[in-house]
């Protein structure tokens, strides 16, 4: 079985052949949603080893206290169990004569189309249709085309709604009501036993034959957590019977839905569901098609022109993704690891948000970006909390964040430790601090690019100045008279409980001296807004100490050979021969050998560490120093994170070694959408699919916000010809099309002047221009 990208210029992401062993990478990969709901894409008949989920961004359950928080996988409206002439269709048995599956990604559409001799002997083909609107939030739609190949047949389906679905063994909804309307309107409801939120569902059956609609009578079955319908349906040889499902789903953390009653929930879902009846599959397809268009590939299209079509399909591929993943209709709510394709990281926010998805949104959709931010200062309660708890002042982010006020949830126990036999203790949610720093410059970042005064007067201030005096509080005493942060774990997992992790020191510089500089900037230019932020956070007091603290903070300087020191003792550790993990075929091999606490005493790093800091904080390293650290680092780097191949990439690409660029790019782009049908079981990677986005518009395309302004240093790789995409610059829309040889910008909004610099020369774009390179 392999994936399929001969259609990847018609946007077509397919695989070959069914095989029960890899059910995972397309549930994943082909997993269909809109940024409130997202349904995994089981196939519709049952397979042992599947993983059924659906889940609803921001519904987080606690099971019990052993648990933390996640998102619950809500009942299962997808499943179909259909039988051919008394016989279940199922793959495993009888013989596929032929077999496609296929998702289009400029219309959401997932089709598996499939030729299959039963058993005994009879013949059918049948043609499974799904997908998920990308505008009307609440809905999902299924379609199965049956056609027999060897006279008529006759065909029982069953389905409906299953509450009997779990999150690895714990349950987290109640049983609610079932229900029957009309004879056809399947409800079934169920509530969340910690954090009481209502779920009300809705699914609808309804036939055609040869295009011409049935009326055809279920029989309706209700069983434990369990309502469905069975119908039975003869087929003439001949002709094709189009059944269709028509689901809905609603909850009472609905925006427009906070406060209802449950029974007011059941008859708003009620009356939605009737209403999308009335509409068949075909022309809510074409709608969804349509906001599709509207909102990504008749916006902000990225295009590549190159000989490998693969490279085409991943960008839009990790357009899709970013688009399903992201729940764009709420600021209460952030994006998951796994986005919402699977149960890994259970739904929870980490800094892949503002390191890795967050540019994306803000040079493609800004109010998008704006609502992740604002999340982060909903959530600065709980980030008072984890300050408090900790004996530190201001805000501080948990490494795992999912309802606003949840504080810290990364679950504290992980995978087994080979050599203790216990399981390994997860030590981010304790000490992996750099995030508080991580969202900071988010927010920084989204008001450089956007210029959005509003959300700083309203959030970004604060975000900024509250993390600022987490910081100073954090910073602890050394005997050298220098400011130390001590007992971390950095960006590069591998290494816990070290001291003076180079990216958090620099970056917790980085916060301290945003802060101070705003904090004096406000007193100065805005009194009334300085005035209300400093009796919220003391600023008059926590000016001197700032400006005292930024004298004193130790940042781990270059040695003789340009290295800096990860962190206290990186360069001391042994060095052991990576030869076997550099060439592993799935990540995390190393674990098979070493334990967590052998690792830490070993130069090997998990992702990109201090190579990060190169991005975000640029102008403050010379290229010189930028490429000897790579030299170093890079050979000790397994990326068993994902979040560590685009950073490479980029640069890779600012050195200047496009070569190499391209490599990392390729193997970026590869992690889910790629050959290997282990990578995503759990979930798609969020943080990588944004990273290519990054990679090819920050690394090949060469933008870059610093210190406030636009730069534009293109380089293509060779097997490039061309690449055109879309950002926006505070409020104007720049259409950027490049090749080898020339850099084109036109500011389609036009209503003011943007200043960039092209490979150190200035330019100022209000129609277009066009830079030789
Ligand atoms: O945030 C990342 C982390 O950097 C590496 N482990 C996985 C996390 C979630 O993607």
Redesign the pocket.
Known sequence: MAMDYSRAADWIVAEDSFDPEYLGKCESIMCQGNGYLCLRNATDEFNPGEQRDLFVAGTFNKFDDNEVTELPNAADISRLDLRLDGVRFSLLTGKVESYDRALNLKTGETTRRVVWTAPNGKRYQLVFSRFVSLDRLHLIVQKVEVTPLDGDMELDITGGINGQMNNGGSQHFSEGDKRLFEGRHMQYNQTTGQSGIHFVFHTTFSFAMDGVPQDEKGFIVMDRRIIKQEFKVAIPAGKTLTIQKLSTVYTSRDRDSEGLELSALQEKALAGQKGICALGYDALLAESARAWSAKVWDNVPVTIQSENAFDQLAIRFSQYHLYIMTPMHDNRMNIG?KGLSGEG?KGHT???TEMFILPYFIYSAPEVARSLEEYRWLSLPGAHKKASGNQYEGAQFPWESAWIDDGEVTPVWGAADIVTGLPTKIWSGFIEQHITADVAYGAWEYYQVTGDQDFMDRCGYELILDTGKFWASRLEEGTDGLLHINDVVG?D?YKEHVDDNAFTNYMAAWNIRKALEYSRQLKAERPELYSALDKKLGLAALEPQWEEKLNRIYLPQTREDLVIPQDRTYLTLKDIDLTKYKNQKNVGSIYRDYNQEQITHMQVS??ADILIMFLLLENQFSADVKRANWSYYEPRTLHD???SLSTHCILANDMGNRDMAYQLFSSAAAIDVGPNMKTSDAGI???SLAGIWQSVVFGFGGVRMLDGKLRIDPALPDAWTGLDFYIYWHGQKLHITLSHTALNIENLTGTETVELTVYGKAYQVQGQICVEL
Do not use: G, I, N, R
């Open positions: 690891a990281y980490f800094w892949d960006p997992e998990k992702q994170s994902s979040l990677h969020a943080a």
